[in-house]
């Protein structure tokens, strides 16, 4: 393989890279380029890339954005969720009302609780890592025991928490990283403010 940016991807590449990452088909073809057709360097790249974009947006206000649904199972399971970004512009862009629809599939798929660990409150934190701890075997220093609790509350957080959970779509990556790679293709801060998931005969 040469290297550099004598290295030309291919059109699959490109588009494979951009399913993977939601980045554009430049920005996703560059990322090759320079990773010398390492595609899993190119992810790691976008991907980390659209998080420190979001990072820096984190502080400015989204009070724009759409309230989206959907329906499945022939109308037995539905999903009203709020998505907001900074304008009204990025709100109109077919991209993210892609977004949309895809985070209110998931939700109707996975059934998270929050959205993120913020949402979570302090005592359900606090009662889990207690019974994490009580359930550890007995004898494990106290530095794999710690260890064990916080992997444990780890995949707790996977299970329950939208930005948490590997992307339905896509498991290679987590709605978080999904989010961050949308933000920085759009470039305003975006972020899931609320959902609500109806399931026929729940209470």
């Known amino acids: 393989m040469s290297s550099g940016v004598s290295y030309k991807p291919s059109a699959d590449e490109v588009k494979r890279l951009r399913e993977a990452t939601s980045a554009g088909m430049i920005e996703c073809r560059n990322a090759l380029v320079n990773a010398s057709g390492d595609f899993e360097q190119a992810k790691e790249h976008l991907i980390a890339r659209g998080q420190a974009a979001l990072a820096k947006k984190a502080e400015r206000v989204a009070n724009e954005g759409l309230v989206g649904s959907y329906i499945h199972a022939g109308g037995k399971i539905g999903v009203l969720l709020e998505l ?32 993120d660990r ?20 007995a004898g494990k220093p106290a530095d794999v025991a710690a260890k064990i609790v916080e992997g444990k509350l780890k995949k707790w957080f996977e299970e329950h928490v939208l930005l948490e959970q590997p992307f339905v779509k896509d498991d290679s990556k987590s709605v978080g990283e999904l ?11 975006i972020r899931v403010r609320r959902f609500v998931k109806f399931a026929l005969g729940d209470q």
Not at 93 to 104: G, H, I
Not at 118 to 132: D, G, H, K, R, Y
């Open 179 to 189: 989010l961050g790679a949308v933000a920085g293709i759009l470039g305003e801060n």
């Open 84 to 115: 907001n970004c900074e304008t009204d512009f990025v709100a109109r862009n077919e991209r993210f009302a892609e977004l949309l629809r895809d985070l209110s599939l998931h939700v109707a798929a996975v059934s998270p609780t929050y959205v």
């Open 118 to 137: 913020a949402a979570v409150p302090a005592e359900t934190i606090s009662q889990l890592e207690a019974e994490f701890a009580a359930a550890v075997p």
